[in-house]
């Protein structure tokens, strides 16, 4: 059974309901330094799942699970000028109707690089580890236990 890490941003405007349902979260604050100490940890660990975690759009009622992350940054930079055009994220067999989607096309902004980044580390690195990033409303921060237990992953950091 693997076990579960939840990062999201210092600027998340739902921390407070996310610490009421994860005790343990990584904040990335400083992106790359702090990507950079997200990747190290995952090369220590033996399996693991990580969920990113980002405010939603507010154009839509539900929350999204992202398939991809794209080597792009605020519309035309690369993030990684060696690296390929995208990295497919893990997406959950099973998911909540009334809570996600599936996104099936990346963002370009700092969530994304993000996703990119740990993504990339993870692939070069050949580790054990499952990367889901969610774009979240507060009212479905709730329904991320739910998604874990569906799935039969286990929170226990």
Not at 35 to 50: F, G, H, M
Not at 101 to 110: E, H, S, Y
């Amino acid at each position: 059974m693997s076990r579960i890490l939840i990062y999201t941003f210092r600027t998340f405007p739902y921390m407070s309901q996310l610490r009421q349902e994860f005790s343990d979260i990584f904040i990335l604050d400083k992106l790359k330094q702090d990507i950079n100490y997200l990747c190290k940890t995952l090369q220590k660990k033996e399996s693991l799942t990580i969920i990113g975690v980002a405010k939603a759009s507010k154009k839509y009622n539900y929350s999204q699970i992202e398939t991809i992350a794209l080597n792009k940054f605020a519309q035309r930079k690369k993030i990684d000028g060696n690296g390929p055009l995208h990295v497919a994220l893990n997406v959950p067999n099973k998911i909540i109707l009334e809570c996600f989607r599936i996104r099936r096309t990346g963002t370009m902004a700092f969530c994304n690089y993000a996703m990119y980044k740990i993504q990339l580390c993870i692939l070069t690195n050949k580790l054990k580890v499952k990367h889901i990033f969610l774009h979240i409303k507060p009212e479905h921060i709730k329904c991320i236990k739910k998604l874990l237990y569906m799935n039969q992953w286990q929170y226990d950091l």
